[in-house]
């Protein structure tokens, strides 16, 4: 645990969006935190997190600062912009400031906190950081449709939408449960991969968890164009 008077970097994962689900040590970390990263973008998941921890949070007391994110995939951080607030929150902490950057999820899971943690360890890598895990859309999503990750000696994968078909079809050959995120823009093209392999029965729609339009969908068939959003994942397991 890191001393009250050494600065620090906190990310914060603030789950799925439904603000109870945010551990009691984020919860206390970001109510204590001098400052508030919330990450602001083009995709509505960036707001979702900020709204999700907006109770916790004294605008009097705390400086909450939206930062504009990069969204992209890259391995390069070709604008220069996560090495740019790196640097700005290296200088925040060294002058002894508690700083909680939020992400919706968890932190290490496909989050936007990674581009950051990557420029900060290279720039500086010595800047204490502490990361609070969050319950992640994955834990979310199976709890909510009641359909277990992991059984005996099954195997659990987990692969983005965008991940070639290749690597899609060798997940979907496992013996156990497949969530496949970011699907709302592949969602016709994996529909018709889970249709050439036989397995579009053993595939449930999530969408929104825990925020409105919550949603799911056990029948491919139902799920209607306005039903795709970001916020959504399929579930793949064999029916038992
Ligand atoms: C960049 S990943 C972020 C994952 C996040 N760090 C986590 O731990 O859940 C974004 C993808 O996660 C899934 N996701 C995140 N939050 C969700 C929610 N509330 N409902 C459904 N899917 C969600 C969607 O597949 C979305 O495209």
């Known amino acids: 645990m890191t001393s009250a008077a050494t600065g620090c970097l906190y990310g914060i994962g603030v789950g799925p969006g439904d603000p109870e689900l945010i551990t009691l040590k984020g919860a206390r970390l970001l109510r204590a935190a001098d400052i508030v990263l919330t990450p602001v973008g083009a995709r509505s998941e960036i707001s979702i997190a900020a709204a999700a921890v907006a109770t916790l949070l004294d605008p009097v007391r705390q400086s909450i600062v939206e930062v504009v994110c990069p969204m992209q995939s890259d391995e390069v951080d070709r604008d220069g912009r996560w090495s740019r607030l790196a640097a700005e929150i290296a200088v925040m902490v060294q002058a002894g400031q508690q ?6 999820g968890d932190p290490m899971f496909y989050s936007t906190f990674l581009y950051l943690l990557r420029e900060l360890r290279t720039l500086t890598p010595t800047v204490p950081v502490e990361i609070v895990p969050g319950i992640s ?12 990750l992991g059984l005996n000696d099954e195997t659990f994968c987990v692969v983005p939408a965008t991940a070639p078909e290749a690597d899609l079809e060798a997940a979907l050959a496992g013996n156990g449960t497949v969530v496949l995120l970011k699907v709302y823009r592949a969602f016709d093209r994996l ?3 889970l249709q050439r392999l036989g397995r579009e029965q053993d595939a449930v729609y999530v ?9 799911v969908i056990r029948d491919l068939d139902q799920v209607r164009r306005e039903d795709l959003d970001y916020m959504s994942l399929l579930l793949v397991r064999k029916q038992s």
């Open 207 to 215: 969408r929104r968890i825990g925020l409105s339009g919550e949603a």
């Open 99 to 104: 700083v909680a950057f939020i992400t919706l």
């Open 137 to 148: 859309s994955v834990y979310a999503a199976a709890g909510l449709a009641g359909i277990p």
């Open 191 to 193: 529909r018709a991969l």
